[in-house]
């Protein structure tokens, strides 16, 4: 291959970084740049969320899709402020005692700062009816109309005693009594008599004086009888003047709390209920002088905490619609609680002891959460899904919701319930979602995705530039000149592995911009300059650095071995890229493939030994089938190829080698030698097309590493996809190598171009008559291979007649 | 502080007697002793004026007592009238020596039948300025109690 044409694959410096040359903007610094346009290239995906936020149907939800670190939840925060600003708050949420089932609390909504108004309210009462009530008790009224009671009552009783006495002693019986009952006995002068007396007696007045004891028995037992019944009349008849004194106590204090919230039915209702209760058991506010026992005297507090209010939701400070962010969506955070407290060694509760949860802190607004949290914290998900099903939500324990507890505990009344959900995740999350998950889409119907770069066009550069000041004045940076901020444009595109795009990464640029910031500031400067990005970034490689330089030292003290001069038949240098997540870097790896007469075999001994990727696979398998379609098309193929990527102990993934595979294989059949001083990516389709490889910069920049630390001597490059080329963004060092003339970026199209750098020999192609030039390498490959397949027929042939003899 | 000296004398302090039967309360009498001795040094002797008429009525072969709860009837024996005899001293001597307890008085429980006239003027003994018998109401005609009502002995009547 000649040089003239050598050159013509060679990708002109100014390619191999697309330099910032669009600010047209005349400034100094950045903080004389106007402020961007906001959302600058999102704008698909903030469309979708206004959409979203603005459409009131059910499951109109929203999932924001995008990396983290694009700075998603400070864009969705910014689009819901701007909505939840026009909206007014929601209703506060209470809970208050059922009175006619206490383990089923009931739920008040009150307008918003009525709920707090309404709890104090109820506080209010509470301390009215502790002094109101009790003075009733003790009142003369009270007194005199439950001593009027009492003193009909006794009459009755004293009646029926007196008319009993009075019958015993005209009868001449006395009526004893005992510490348990009462004895009658017979009486002579008015004193019992013994039984020699009663002995001493005519038997008549015996027999009378037994008869009249018998009839007075019977007497004494109805009054006895009607003991109990004269009891109830008195108990009834206290505490229907209980009630009545209780009621006349109690509806001064209500009748005003009534009035104040007529309007609301519910709530009117509640206060009836609460009412009824208090006179139904007014006996409770009295308390008696002295329990039997000391832990049976009722505590007051306990018996006023039931008619207390419980605020759940309360929007009295607030302005607009509530915006709520949970960083811990556990489900007790995001459902709410029923918390318990210890009594008597068991655990109890009550409506005062339930807790809210994110979902009704938003209700009525906007609630965001990550959705890889919601995910990973038991049973948070399902519970979101029944309430946004149910439109309400039941602040239950999650065993309960499960039924895997069968204790009695409360059921609150569910809450009426109007959130509109954001999720932030992961796009992969959302497509596992939107596939497993057959009520993800009726819930959550919008997605929002966000971009991770944009086109690199001369306004977006504009308003990049725009975005880099606005980001640097808000965390009060220095501003960078203009160098500078041309400059991060084109790390941005790097960042974004493409020349013609720009990163929307956010936090990367944040740190970049940050880090430059330190490193200005350390050398006492008012300006970040283009010295301060290059020492950010190279620093930050520094730090991360640690496995690239082992890498190179292995490569250098030849434990790894590369070779960067000289020839070798079979034996390539493939790039490959190790991405550590925060940092990304490649480095050649030896590729060689060995070859045989075979059964039209091509083993990929990566994926024989399980270290390759289905990827890395699908790639060989192409390799195989462009190999037996472009040199063995009317011939079976009759090799047995292998490639292996040399001391590789990890696992391979990828078709980014295809190329060097292939051109591994042909070198190897061909036995025509690969330059060494080369290195090759690209990916192979099947009539030998060179398509993209990502990584490109990456793996320039590691190949073009080892050779200048070995010595750059002119002959160094490195092959790539020509449709690659855009996305270069080279650093300035291989630049510089490449103006000298002492490194090469070569881009391809086909396999053959780059067999024929690789090579130094024509590839070859098929003349009119079908055939590759004698010579040339392609040549060469079809010449072995029909050799291979002669040899495997004259093979077959023999070992036919062998057995038939 | 001379006159405290003075009254801590035994021979100065109050004597008290509290007349009690098998069916009175002992919460109400122990508050008049109480308010009677108002902090004075004082002796309490309780009375239990025992009911001879229950075992007169036990004697007899038909007496059957009435229950108060229910009204059901069971024979009134002279076993039974001691028994509730027994059980009712216990229950008040326990009950007054607790109060008595509490209130820092000495206390002296006497078993009196109503005819026992003579052994009443030895619990009262000569000085009856110095005494004074607190009973309930019920008792005012007791025939143990009808002559010390109507002598010079200050007797306070419970209601």
Redesign the interface.
Known sequence: MTADSLRAYAVSTQDLRKACDALAHAFEHSDQLPEGTPYLGQQRAVDAIRFGIQMQRPGYNIYVLGPLGSHRHRLVEELVIERATTEGPPDDWCYVNNFADPERPSALSFPAGLGSAFRDDMRGLIEDMQSAIPAAFEGDDYRNQLKAIEEATQKEVESLWKSLDELASGEGIGVLQTPTGYVLAPLQDGKVIGDKEFDRLPETKRKEIQAAIQRLGEELQTRIEQMPKLRKQLRERVKALNRDVTAGAVSVLLNELKEKYQGMPKVSAYLDAAQQNIIDNAEDFQQPESPALPFMRRDSSQLLAQYEVNLLVDNLDKTSAPIVFEPNPSYPNIIGKIEHRAEMGALVTDFRMVRSGALLQANGGYLLLNIDRVLSRPFVWEALKQALMSNSVRIETPGESWGLVSTATLKPEPIPFDVKIILIGERWLYYLLSMYDREFDELFKVAADLEDDVDRSDENVEEYGRLIADRAKASELLPLNAAALRQVIEQRARQAQDGERLSMHMRSLDDLLIQSDYWARQRQSSLIEPQDIDEAIGQREHRLERTRSRIMDAIQRDVLLIDTSGSCVGQVNGLSVIDLGEFRYGHPVRITATTRIGTGEVVDIEREVELGGAIHSKGMLILSSALTARYSPETPLSLYGSVVFEQSYGGVEGDSASVAELCALLSSLARVPILQNLAVTGSLNQLGRVQVVGGVNEKIEGFFRVCKARGLDGSHGVIIPRDNVKHLMLRQEVIDAAAAEQFTVYAVKHVDEALSILTGCEAGQRDEAGKFPEGSVNGKVEQQLIRYATLRREFGEKAGKDEQE | MRKREKMSKSEDSLRVLIAVT??CSLTELWRTVTQTVDGSRAEVVALFLH?E???????????????????T?AD?TAQRAEQ?LA??VSRLQRQMQQLAAEANLPVAFEVLPESDQARLKTVIGKDENKCVLIAPSVLTHHPLLAGLIQSNLRVVIVE
């Open positions: 098998e069916t009911d008429r229950w075992h007169r009525a036990a004697s007899l072969p038909f007496t059957r007592e009435i229950s108060r709860v229910g009204g009837a009134f509730i059980d009712t």
